[in-house]
């Protein structure tokens, strides 16, 4: 029996993130700023979601299909592809540690050790912990290891918008936590966030920033998704109480003001879908996008015109403040508001060149900059 049909929830969610044929893509129609130039790394990841990589130049890949994929590279191109895992709940996220694939299963996080030697033998996953909450609504989860070494893992909120009667503090539901390698330890280190699929810290200061998605069925153009800062540990980011950081919840807002939450770095639009979020840290590109985060937009559902459906980048002050959005890459969306393709993360390689993957295409690009 298939992955959706054990899981009706994620076929409907499947049947938004995969293209009917498989086709040559047409990366022609990516628009890009003047010196950049995207080429398709592979079109054989289906639904493809996050991205980490390895030492030795192996790319992992999760995705919302139930499998897990490792890309090898060789100078920017795709050497080999091999599939190393098969049959897991929505493995979404992927992070390396000291020679172990962590992937996130919705309520365990799973671990394939010694896994770049084993790409044709991958080795049976390790539990590291079966403890999460097994909703899945939101359920699925981007993970990275901090500058702490310990391993992130967001839980979102298990609807559009509520407060778990079992979660009044929500700590288990709409938080990000961060948990020991071995899966001990796990506790909420932000609040009131509604669904982050996309996080990382400040190349300088080591602060978390995340994406964060609003909720939806307000309208089309409110509430904004968000880019935010985790200045401290056990600040709160509003959710149910607070969208967007200024839109008050119709049922949930009252006697919470939006003013004892803490604000967003940069609104980021209404439904655009802010996905997976990076720093860039690279020299291949031009000196002033030193430190500029990558967002990618996986578009709009819900909206009467859709929004989203490319990459966005963001500058802004080592305190948040200042932030700026420039529109970097776009073309997934069509004239007629059919989409060819879905962004949903970012990853820069140590050649300084960009990847991003798609889910709806089921492919990974690959940006490069050459002085014009």
């Known amino acids: 029996m ?210 964060d998605n609003g909720r939806d069925r307000m309208g089309d153009d409110i509430p904004d998704d968000k880019l935010n800062r985790l200045s401290r540990t056990g600040l709160d980011f509003g959710f149910p109480y607070c969208h967007g950081g200024n839109i008050a919840d119709p049922e949930f807002g009252a006697g919470h003001p939006c003013s004892n939450f803490t604000p967003p770095v940069a609104k980021l639009g209404a439904h655009v879908a802010s996905l997976g979020m990076r720093f860039y840290t690279g020299t291949m590109f031009p000196p002033d996008y030193r430190d500029s985060i990558f967002i990618a937009e996986h578009g709009s559902w819900n909206r009467s015109k859709k929004v989203g459906y490319r990459v966005v980048r963001i500058t802004a002050n080592v305190d948040g403040t200042n932030a700026r959005e420039q529109v970097f890459a776009h073309g997934w969306l069509n004239a007629d508001e059919t989409e060819w393709g879905r962004p949903d993360d970012v990853l820069p390689l140590p050649d300084g060149s960009l990847l991003i993957s798609d889910d709806y295409a089921g492919a990974i690009y690959r940006v490069t900059y050459t002085k014009p």
């Open 2 to 211: 298939g992955t959706a049909a054990l899981f009706p929830a994620l076929a409907a969610l499947l049947a938004l993130t995969a293209p009917l044929v498989h086709a040559a893509l047409p990366i022609e129609r990516i628009a890009l700023p003047p010196g950049f130039h995207i080429e398709v790394l592979s079109d054989d990841v289906p639904a493809a979601r996050e991205m980490t990589l390895s030492p030795n130049g192996i790319l992992y890949v999760g995705s919302l299909d139930s499998h897990v994929y490792a890309l090898e590279l060789r100078d920017g191109k795709l050497a080999r592809r091999h599939v190393i895992a098969s049959g897991l709940p929505m493995p979404v996220g992927v992070a390396w540690r000291d020679g172990s694939l962590y992937v996130s299963a919705v309520s365990s996080i799973l671990r394939l050790d010694a896994i770049d030697t084993h790409l044709d033998d991958p080795p049976k996953p390790v539990v590291v912990t079966d403890a999460l909450p097994a909703a899945y609504h939101h359920g699925w989860k981007f993970i990275a290891f901090g500058p702490d070494g310990k391993l992130y893992v967001p839980q979102g909120a298990p609807c559009n918008v509520c407060l778990p009667a079992n979660d009044p503090q929500r700590t288990r539901y709409a938080m990000i936590g961060r948990m020991d390698p071995d899966g001990s330890h796990y506790e909420t280190i932000a609040r009131g966030v509604r669904n982050s699929v996309g996080f990382a810290w400040h190349p300088r200061t080591h602060e978390l920033w995340f994406t």
